[in-house]
């Protein structure tokens, strides 16, 4: 790597030295996981450039590239598997400079990377449109990030993740294939070659995401006597196929101390639903729970605003900010991303449930998955040692709930991307020096590696 060169090919480009300002930039939400803070803790690039515009990316690309520079993306770093993280060193390629919303058509946005998602809707709603999904990290995480880093979120009860056919409807990418990179514009399934790739295939410089009619929506809370009667309702909420959902998430009692500004609002001792639902279904959704043997215990459209403003939205009570909420009260807490697969969801759950208990309090997603109702669980747990940890995970799958694993920084052990020989054969061609996000990618250095478990994103040749 020669960083003396790169500079000067790049000196056009806004970059940042500071040692402790690279280091900052050098992390992203790894420390979610203590198997991962520590392996990862020392990781840090020599430096990080912010091009302003797609020429200024491509110039700082294909300089890399000449000098044989590693590097990682950037969008803002919420990844929590130490995605973003520049194992080889070299260069962070910050995108938070290329954040404008390109264009709003009707049913899609064009966007540069690094635009926040939160301000993406911002543009579309007064279009009367909105995102499909985004993950609970709404207000700070990158389209691009989401996209090559993320799986889906709030959304996914009704539009499924983003791994399924018709959530990306376009990518625009550049490859570290010469001084000049080549471009390529990718749709259909051939976004599979660099969606949830972590940019070890190409670095993401516009995306076209298709949207949604905006509508209002409403938090709820309802809360039940027991876990069974919590995840029943769960279930039956996301599969009713009327109710127009944002998110549905099912938590057991021991949840509700950490989600501080709710807890109010929470029984003692009680499992609770939280659901974000359209206003005009809201009542619907609350006769559904009551008919379940719950109690509706917080509705936003009939608080006093006063009140509504000291909550935040419940999709930052969802997904990882559960976990983030609790670590934040008990910095023991680590968690698990579990598939309960059909049939017979509530039974995995309950078996989990009784086999873990305190230990891991649990905690699930309701998601569309292949056409039908699927369940996330994102239990919290508490940790004690690394082979606890690994234990509780083989229990998981000895029940038949395969673990995608939040505690490893490669593609192929997080059970998310599995590079098929054509996945390979693809960053072959785009990244021959193989200096995109070095070290994430097993088959760049190990193509026969077998994980021997179910991945999330289909491979390329299914
Ligand atoms: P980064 O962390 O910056 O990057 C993610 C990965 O993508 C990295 O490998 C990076 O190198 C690569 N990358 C970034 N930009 C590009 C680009 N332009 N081209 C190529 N590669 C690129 N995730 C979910 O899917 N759903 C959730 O609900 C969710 N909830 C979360 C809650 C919390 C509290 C936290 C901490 C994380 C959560 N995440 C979730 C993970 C993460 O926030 C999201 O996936 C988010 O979309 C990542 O966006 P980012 O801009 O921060 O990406």
């Known amino acids: ?40 803790d020392s990781v840090k690039a020599d430096i990080v450039a912010r091009p302003r515009n797609e020429d200024e990316l491509l110039l700082v690309v294909g300089a890399c590239f000449k000098n044989e520079v590693p590097l990682t993306v950037r969008g803002s770093g919420t990844g929590n598997y130490g995605q973003a993280m ?29 635009a926040i998602l939160a301000d993406i809707d911002k543009v579309t709603r007064p279009t009367g ?28 009860v009704r539009w499924g993740g983003l791994r399924d056919v018709g959530n990306i409807v376009r990518v625009k990418m550049a490859a570290m294939d010469g001084s000049i990179p080549t471009v390529l514009d990718l749709s259909g399934r051939d976004i599979n070659r660099v969606s949830h790739a972590y940019g070890t295939t190409g670095v993401i410089t516009e995306v076209e995401m298709p949207l949604a009619p905006a ?73 559904l729970g009551k008919r379940a043997g719950g109690r509706v215990v917080l509705r936003t459209d009939t608080l006093e605003a006063e009140a509504r403003s000291r909550l935040p939205p419940a999709f930052e009570l969802s997904w990882n900010h559960t976990t983030l909420r609790a670590l934040r009260m008990d910095p023991d807490i680590t968690y698990l991303q579990v598939l309960y697969p059909q049939p017979g969801i509530a039974g995995k759950v309950l078996k989990m449930s009784a086999l873990l208990g305190e230990e891991a309090p ?35 799958e000895d029940n038949g709930c395969p673990i995608f694993n939040p505690h490893r920084y490669t593609l192929e052990e997080g059970g998310m991307k599995q590079t098929d020989p054509l996945q390979l054969g693809f960053k072959r061609r785009s990244d021959p020096k193989g200096l995109l996000n070095p070290g994430k990618m097993i088959a760049w250095d190990d193509p026969d590696f077998d994980y021997g478990r179910p991945y999330l994103f289909p491979s390329l040749s299914a």
């Open 1 to 40: 790597m020669d960083l003396a060169a790169l500079k000067i090919d790049i000196a056009e480009v806004p970059t940042e030295e500071n040692p402790q300002l690279v280091l900052q930039k050098s992390r992203d939400f790894y420390w979610y996981s203590p198997v991962l803070k520590r392996q990862l």
């Open 129 to 156: 449109q909105e995102l499909r999904m985004f993950p609970s990290t709404y207000h700070t995480a990158s389209i691009g990030g989401f996209i090559a880093g993320g799986s889906g979120g709030v959304g996914s």
């Open 86 to 114: 520049p194992l080889a060193g070299g260069l962070v390629l910050d995108l938070c400079n290329m954040n404008r919303v390109i264009e709003v058509k009707n049913g899609t946005v064009v966007a540069e990377p690094g």
């Open 215 to 287: 509508v209002e929506w409403v938090d709820l809370i309802t809360a039940f006597p027991t876990l069974e009667a919590a995840v029943h309702h769960g279930e039956a909420l996301a599969a009713a196929d009327g109710l127009l959902l944002k998110n549905v998430a099912v938590m057991d009692a021991a949840i509700a101390p950490y989600l501080r500004r709710h807890k109010p609002y929470l029984p003692d001792g009680e499992a609770f639903v939280v659901t974000i639902a359209a206003s005009f279904a809201a009542g619907d959704v609350a006769a």
């Open 362 to 396: 649990t905690h699930l997603e309701f998601v569309r998955f292949d056409g039908a109702v699927g369940c996330f669980g994102l239990p919290l747990v508490r940790f004690t040692t690394e082979e606890r940890l690994d234990e509780i995970i083989a229990l998981h």
